[in-house]
């Protein structure tokens, strides 16, 4: 698995809003709209364009297009967050969704919504801000495995060691994408130092 955690001051300072309790409702669903350009710019490196001949005001030249088979997909409802960023700088991209919750009588992930375009040999980016335990996102990945992308980024505001290592070991052949490495779980199962809970504060539910 490939793994990048991005070094970039703005992110820093936009990440820090984020883990601010204090950070007002305004300021924290800003703060994550911008800071979902960054992680958008790092995931889309691999993008594959088209070349395009064009007349600039002078003369023809030779530039570029991206190909059009980019998808994202929010994993409900914290990764509604992170929209922005493909949406503004990803051309034509599509959406799809997907809803993960932890069945009470066995304790794993299960599915209760799914919202999907056609995925195969697609670039797919999960948008999943918070990588905790790895429950959430592994099921997502294998979710969108079964309709054969091209490739898969997991794109994560911040994320524990513990995380990371459950991707790592059960999805191999994905990049994540992360702003923040963070501490650890406490004996909650919470990010430490973390943000708190994501999904509340974007929609004022705390």
Do not use: C
Not at 145 to 162: D, M
């Amino acid at each position: 698995m490939e793994l990048i955690e991005i070094s970039h001051p703005l992110k820093d300072h936009y990440l820090t809003n984020l883990r601010d309790k204090n950070t007002d409702f305004d300021t924290f669903r800003d703060s994550a709209s911008k800071l979902s350009y960054f992680l958008v710019v790092e995931a889309t490196k691999h993008l594959t364009t088209l070349s395009k001949e064009i007349d600039t005001p002078l003369t023809k030249t030779k530039g570029v297009q991206i190909e059009n088979n980019s998808v994202a997909i929010s994993v409900l409802r914290a990764g509604l967050g992170l929209m922005d960023g493909v949406q503004q700088l990803i051309p034509n991209i599509s959406f799809g969704y997907i809803g993960v919750q932890r069945n009470e009588e066995t304790a794993q992930p299960e599915n209760y919504y799914e919202k999907l375009p056609d995925l195969v040999d697609k670039n797919v980016f999960i948008l999943e801000p918070m990588l905790a335990t790895g429950g959430s996102l592994s099921f997502a990945i294998e979710t969108v495995k079964k309709y054969n992308p091209k490739n898969i980024h997991a794109l994560t505001v911040i994320s524990a060691p513990e995380g990371i290592n459950k991707i790592k070991e059960n999805h191999p052949d994905i990049t994540l994408v992360t702003a923040s490495i963070d501490e650890k779980l406490d004996d909650n199962w919470y990010i430490v130092p973390g943000l708190g809970d994501m999904g509340d504060r974007l929609f004022g539910t705390t």
